[in-house]
C-alpha cells in the first residue's frame, strides 16, 4: 500500500524522517535522508541553500554534508576535479531505531521552519497507489548496442564498457518517497539507502546501492571496493542461493578482476604499495549476487592524510561503472546510449559527518540501483559490464533482474 502524506495540527517534539522531509519540501529546500550499511540508524539533513552549490570535493575543505554527483562530473576539462553538487548540513538529524531523534542547527533556519517542523505529518490511511510500467521501447536498440560494444572490444579499441538503460513507471498518485526509502532499507539491509530531493531540479533521486566507492572512517582507515559480475541470488525454483553456492564464470571473473586492476592502477599513481586486498568473495545485494574485492589502508600509518580525496578523484568514474581504458568507454558510452546518466552512476553520501561517537566520516557509494521521481514519473537506470564474451540478450537481462531492486517495492 503506498501511503498518502497530510500534515495535522498536533505539535511535536518528536519529528519523525517524515515530518524533517516534508518541511523541506513544503519550504523548497534541497534535503538527504539515508541509512548505511548493515546500520539500524537513519539520518537526515536539511540544507536552507535553495540553490546548491556546485563544489569541489575535497575532504579536507567540505564541512559536515551530503555530496551528490553526475556520472559525468568529470567533463568540465581534463585537468578540471569532479564538480558535485554539496548539500550543507544546515540541519542533522539522526533517527535511532529506538529512542528520540536528535536534531542540530548548525545555522539559523528560515522563519517558518520551526513552526511546520512541529506540526507532525501523518499518513492518513493508506490508499493504494497502482503503478504502470511503460512498455520498453529500448530492448532492440540496447541490444544492437551490445553488439557494437563486443565488435569494438574485439577489434582492441575497448576492453571493457558498461551499458546502460531506463525502466520508466507511472504511478497513479505522487508517491511518498519516505514510505518507499522504509521499504529500501527493510528490504536491502546491506546496501547504502538514500533518498535526495532537489528542488531545483524537480526531482527525487532513490536508492539502494551495493557499491562502495570511498570510505575515509572515523578510525582512520580508507575504504574502496571492486565489484562487477552479476547473478541472480535465488535458484530457479525460488529459493535463496546462498553465495558459497554462486558459480562465476571466465566472463565475471575478468570483468571483476578489471575493475580490481583499474583500482590497483590508482594506487600505483601515487605510488601507494601499503593496501590490504581482500577477495573477491561472492557477495549478496538484494535480489542479486556480485563479486567483491575490498581495498583497505591506514591512512595514518601511510601518512597520507590526502589519500581518500586524491583517490576520489582518480577513481571516478570506475570501470565497474563506465569502462577500460576510460576515456574510450567514455565516448563510446556518449555515442551509443541514448539518455543522459544525469546522477545515476555518479557516487553520493555524507561527507565530514558526525555519523558515530568515533567521529566524523565521509562515505561516498556508487549511485547505482536508483531512479529519479519527477512528479508522478519514475525513470530507473541499470547498467551492464561488457567484455567480448558478452552475449546481448544476457546482458539486457541482468539490467532487468537490476531494475527488478527498485521495482520490487513501488507496487502495493
Ligand atoms: C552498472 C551497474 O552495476 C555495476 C555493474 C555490474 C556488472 O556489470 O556485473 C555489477 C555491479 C556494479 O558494479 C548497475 O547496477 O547499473
Redesign the pocket.
Known amino acids: 500500500m503506498q501511503a498518502d502524506v497530510t500534515t495535522n495540527t498536533s505539535v511535536t517534539s518528536q519529528p519523525t524522517t517524515l515530518d524533517l522531509w516534508e518541511t523541506a519540501r513544503s519550504l523548497g529546500l534541497p534535503a538527504a535522508l539515508w541509512r548505511l550499511p548493515n546500520q539500524r540508524d537513519k539520518h537526515s539533513i536539511v540544507s536552507f541553500e535553495e540553490r546548491l552549490p556546485h563544489v569541489v570535493v575535497d575532504l579536507d575543505e567540505l564541512p559536515a554534508g551530503f555530496v551528490v554527483s553526475r556520472f559525468d562530473s568529470q567533463d568540465e576539462g581534463p585537468d578540471q576535479p569532479a564538480r558535485s553538487l554539496f548539500l550543507r548540513a544546515d540541519v542533522q538529524a539522526v533517527f535511532p531505531e529506538h529512542g528520540p531523534a536528535q536534531l542540530t542547527y548548525a545555522a539559523e533556519p528560515p522563519r517558518a521552519f520551526r513552526q511546520l517542523l512541529a506540526k507532525s505529518v501523518r499518513r492518513s490511511a493508506t490508499r493504494p497507489n497502482p503503478i504502470t510500467v511503460r512498455p520498453d521501447t529500448q530492448h532492440e536498440a540496447y541490444v544492437a548496442s551490445v553488439s557494437q560494444a563486443v565488435d569494438a572490444i574485439q577489434q582492441g579499441d575497448l576492453r571493457k564498457v ?1 551499458m ?1 538503460r531506463t525502466k520508466q513507471v507511472d504511478f497513479a498518485d505522487l508517491p511518498d518517497a519516505v514510505t518507499l526509502f522504509d521499504r529500501l532499507c527493510i528490504k536491502y539491509p546491506t546496501a547504502f539507502i538514500s533518498a535526495v530531493s532537489i528542488p531545483e531540479l524537480g526531482q527525487i533521486w532513490l536508492s539502494a ?3 562502495r566507492l570511498i570510505s575515509q572512517r572515523a578510525d582512520g582507515i580508507f575504504e574502496t571496493m571492486a ?4 547473478q541472480s541470488a535465488t535458484q530457479p525454483d525460488g529459493t535463496p542461493k546462498r553465495p558459497g553456492e554462486a558459480m562465476w564464470s571466465q566472463k ?1 571473473i575478468e ?2 578482476a578489471l ?1 580490481c586492476r583499474y583500482i590497483i592502477e590508482c594506487f600505483k599513481k601515487i605510488r601507494l604499495r601499503e593496501y590490504v586486498e581482500v577477495g573477491p568473495k561472492t557477495i549478496v ?1 538484494g535480489n ?1 549476487m ?1 563479486l567483491s574485492t575490498c581495498f583497505t589502508v591506514d591512512i595514518q600509518a601511510v601518512n597520507y592524510p590526502q589519500l581518500s580525496t586524491v583517490m576520489l578523484r582518480l577513481l571516478h568514474p ?1 570501470s ?2 563506465c569502462g577500460a581504458p576510460r576515456g574510450r568507454a567514455m565516448d563510446f558510452i556518449k555515442q551509443h546510449e541514448p539518455h543522459d546518466r544525469e546522477l ?2 555518479g557516487f553520493l553520501g555524507p561527507v565530514n559527518y558526525p555519523m558515530s561517537e568515533e567521529g566524523q566520516s565521509s562515505q561516498l557509494f ?1 549511485h ?2 536508483c531512479m529519479k521521481l519527477e512528479g508522478k514519473l519514475a525513470t530507473l ?5 561488457l567484455t567480448e564474451d558478452s552475449v546481448p540478450e544476457r546482458e539486457w537481462q ?2 532487468e533482474l ?1 531494475c527488478q531492486t527498485l521495482l520490487s517495492v513501488l507496487g502495493d
Open positions: 558498461v546502460s546501492t551495493p557499491e565489484l562487477a559480475g552479476t565475471e570483468e571483476q575493475v545485494a542479486l556480485h570506475t565497474a561503472v545515476y552512476a556508487v547505482l540501483r537506470y541499470a547498467g551492464a559490464g541482468e539490467t537490476k
